[in-house]
């Protein structure tokens, strides 16, 4: 793949992103420029999930709020047969280990490792992922 950065925004990085939390603007500008950001269909879903449960007068205000986020990014990453079979192994090595994450959060971290991306997400169980990279731009931008 080189040395081009490819990343995945999950739900909170998308929140922070659309906010314009200050370290995580910074760490985006100052990004390569051959650097390219995805987000998930599962983090859409989470995304309209709190649209449709903020006051209905608000509702269409925030879903062009995400509508203009949303062409900040390459793609908008499917599930596809792939994703489901690592899926399947994330989920299989969490219970394994007695250590559950959401299920939202092992689809998001299963196309993260079949797109060979680079998470951005503050939560720090995604860390449980076995071969999962994940940064946290929100703290500054350090890797952990």
Known sequence: MGAMSRYLFDTNACIHFRNGHPSLIARVRNLPPD?????????????????????????AKYELLLLDL???FADVLPITPEV???YGEIKAQLSAKGKP???NDIWIASIALVHDLTLVSSDAHFDLVEGLRREDWMAGGEES
Do not use: D, F, W
Not at 38 to 58: A, C, D, K, N
């Open 70 to 72: 949303l062409v900040k």
């Open 35 to 59: 650097s390219v950001i995805y987000t998930s269909v599962i983090t859409l879903g989470e995304l309209y999930y709190g649209i449709m449960r903020s006051p209905p007068q608000r509702r």
């Open 101 to 103: 994450i959401p299920v």
């Open 84 to 86: 489901a079979h690592k």
